[in-house]
Every structure is written in C-alpha cells, then in structure tokens.
C-alpha cells in the first residue's frame, strides 16, 4: 500500500494533489534514508546537496556549494548556504520554493503547473567536504568524509602510520648505502684536504702533510702518496724554470759586460780617429799634407763610427733581453702564486661542500639507525594528533586522540615522536 502510495504521487497521477500531513511523513521517510550530518553542522564550500520535492522525479538535483559559499538551485537562483545548518537551509526553500509556479510532466506528456507544499521540500548533504591527513602517515593527502568518522579511521583510509618517516623502503638496505655514501665523501674530503696542504706548502704557509689528522686508511695513504709525488714534480719543474730563466738573465748579463766594454773601445778609436782628421784638416789648409791623406782619415772615422753604431744598438738590445728575461723570472713566480691561490680556493670550496654533505648524510645515518632500533625492538614513535577546525571563519587547532570525532573540513596533522630523538639537537 505504502509503494503504490508514493508511485502514484511520484508520478503525478490523480493522487499528486495529496497534501498535507501525509506528504510531511512521507518526505520525513524519504529524508530519513540519507545520510545527514548533526543538526549543527554549518554548510560550507565543497559540500555537496541534494534537494528534493516529493512526487516530483524531475525536480532532484545535487548542487555543489562554490568558493563563494553560494548553490544555484532551480526556480529560485543563487542561496548563500555558507554557515548555515541543514535545518536552516530547508526552512529557507520552504518558504521560497512554495512562491514559485513549477511545471510538472505528466505520464501522458503534458505539462501541468504544480504548487509545492513546504512539507514536500527535502534537502540533505549527499556528499561532505573531505578530511585531510597531513605528516607521518603512508599516504597524505584527502579523504572522503562519512558521519561517524573518527580520527582512528581517517588514519587507517590513510595507511596507517609510517613508522620510517623518512619514506625509506627498507631501513637496513638504505642504511648500507648512506655508510657507502659517507665513507666516500670522506675519500673525498681527504682528497680535498691534502691537496689543500699541498699548496699551501707550495706557499710557503706549511711545511708538511698533517696525514695524523685523516682517516687511517689504505685509500687516503694512496692519496697522500700521490700528493707528495705531485709536490716533488711540482716544485722540481718551477725550479727548474726559473733556474733556466736565472741561467739566461746571467748569461746575458755577461754578454752586455763583453759588448759594454767594446763599445767603450770604439768609443775611444772613434774619438782618436775623429781628433786625427781634425788635425790633419788643419794641415792639410797650410799646404803640408795631401788630398789622399785626408780622405784616408774621413774614411778611418766613418768606420769607427759605424762600428760604436753597432756597438750601442747590441748594448741597448741586450739590455733590453736581460730586462725582458727578469721580468719573466718574476712574473712566473707572481702568475704561480695565482694559479696556486685559485686552485686553494677552489679546492677550499670543494672540501667545505663535501662536508656539509657528510653533514647531512650522518644525519640521515643517525635518523635511519633510530628506525633500525625501532624496528628491532617492535617500537614506533608516539603519535602527535592535532585537529585544525575552522570554525564560524576562525581557525582552531586541537589535540586529540584516535577516537576523537571529525567534523567536514578538518585537517589531520600526524606527528610520530620518539624516545631516541632526545639529544639530538647537539649533534
């Protein structure tokens, strides 16, 4: 009787002009079967409703609620549902939706006007926002939410807890590979170190190789072999060059001494030869020496002054290879310590970004180890539970337990604490 009941006013056939108390129970009924939320629970953006008006099959739709707060329903426009309870938000369409003419098609295809009773408007959340469940779970992120949700079943949607919150698949494995990865940035730094002292001894800032200071391996003996034997190459090759520009610059000095000296000597042969055809110029205009004499002595001074010509230009010449020879002894000692500075820098630069990454790796190390033991010892750390509630616009966090109640909206924030983590701010 009950089903024929509401077939018939569900279809619009001579029973649709049932009103009044019967159709109140029966959208009571049809209410009833889904789920609803607790009768303070305020509406908000990405709720979803369903409204409803008993005997109408055309008129069911489900209206997400937008970013404005707002819901489009038919006949009506835009509501404003945003802080309002269920209760309030039927109560609103059962005032506004029995204003307005709605057209309702027959089995036979026609289209009849229908007044909706107020009894006749159901409305109901068909679907709630999501929660949220944020930190050390196995999957963070979004959850559907159901009435009745606890704390306890959003984290078990989630996976549970992630007792290696560092998401390392297998603990042990990964922590072989950091010991790997640690001892070979320790190579590394060693490498640094003594390439490090090695320029600074080609400095002159140290004497030695402080190989006390380093790990007490077969690889960093390596090293530092490797590194005394680039010293010794080193400095035999610099000695070597400026030993040979020191040779030339002496050589070359030795050489302007000879032809300073003959230069001195055709100085003087240029001056005899020049006061010897003066003289015999003079005579020569008294009539006492002759024509060929003369040019005998014109000729003596053209030759000597070409020869102090070419005496000056060798001298000058080799004075300025000897300069140029100097130079280059000192500019090769300016442009090594250059080249060493720039090598200690980078070098310098290199171990302080090898250290910094055995920083973060012994921290990985001593994390992962605390997993190891928790593991071993059939221990996780002690969870941290805070519920974050925006409640009438004002943000509000809450510690909580895993029985604690949620409401659409919340965000769940894991923390897993351990007893080992105690000390671990000074290391």
Request: cysteine-free.
């Amino acid at each position: 009787m009950l089903s024929k009941f509401i077939f018939e006013i569900a279809t619009g056939g001579p029973r649709r002009t049932v009103r009044g108390p019967a159709l109140g129970w029966l959208a009571a009924l049809i209410a009833g079967t889904a789920p609803v939320a607790a009768a303070d629970y305020r509406l908000g953006a990405g709720d979803s409703l369903e409204i409803t008006v008993v005997g109408m099959t055309d008129f069911r739709y489900k209206l997400p609620v937008d970013l404005q707060g707002e819901i489009a329903v038919p006949y009506v426009g835009a509501l404003s549902v945003s802080g309002k309870t269920v209760p309030e938000l039927r109560k609103e369409l059962q005032e506004r939706l029995p204003t307005k003419l709605i057209r309702q098609r027959t089995l036979e295809g026609r289209d009849v006007p229908v007044v909706v009773l107020p009894e006749e408007v159901v409305v109901t959340v068909a679907e709630y926002r999501p929660v949220y469940v944020n930190g050390d779970v196995a999957h963070p992120g979004e959850q559907p939410f159901r009435p009745g949700m606890t704390v306890r079943k959003a984290l078990a949607l989630a996976g549970g807890y992630d007792i290696m919150r560092f998401r390392a698949s297998n603990p042990f494995l990964d922590s072989a590979d950091l010991r790997g990865e640690y001892e070979s940035l320790l190579t590394s730094a060693a490498k640094d170190q003594l390439q490090i002292w090695r320029i600074q001894i080609m400095l002159g800032q140290r004497t030695s190789f402080d190989l006390k200071s380093l790990p007490q391996t077969q690889a960093v003996a390596d090293l530092a072999t490797t590194e005394d034997a680039q010293l010794k190459v080193l400095e035999a090759d610099f000695t070597k060059e400026k030993g040979f520009l020191v040779e030339a610059s002496r050589k070359a000095t030795a050489q302007l001494a000879t032809l300073t000296s003959q230069r001195s000597s055709e100085t003087e042969g240029l001056k005899a030869d020049s006061e010897d055809y003066d003289r015999l110029k003079d005579l020569m205009q008294r009539g006492t020496v002759p024509m060929l004499r003369i040019s005998d002595a014109r000729r003596n001074v053209l030759l000597s002054s070409t020869r102090w010509l070419q005496a000056a230009a060798q001298v000058t010449q080799l004075e300025r290879d000897r300069d140029e020879i100097d130079r280059k002894v000192v500019r090769l000692a300016d442009q090594r310590r250059s080249d060493l500075l720039k090598e200690l820098q980078e070098a310098t630069t290199r171990l302080n970004a090898t250290r910094a990454r055995m920083d973060a790796v012994s921290e990985k190390m001593l994390y992962t180890g605390i997993v190891k033991s928790q593991i071993v010892r059939g221990k996780g750390g002690k969870p941290s539970l805070s519920i974050f509630r925006n409640e009438e616009g004002v943000p509000r966090r809450m510690d909580v337990q895993e029985d604690a109640d949620l409401f659409p909206g919340d965000t769940i924030e894991v923390a897993l604490t351990t007893e080992y983590a105690v000390g671990l701010g000074s290391r």
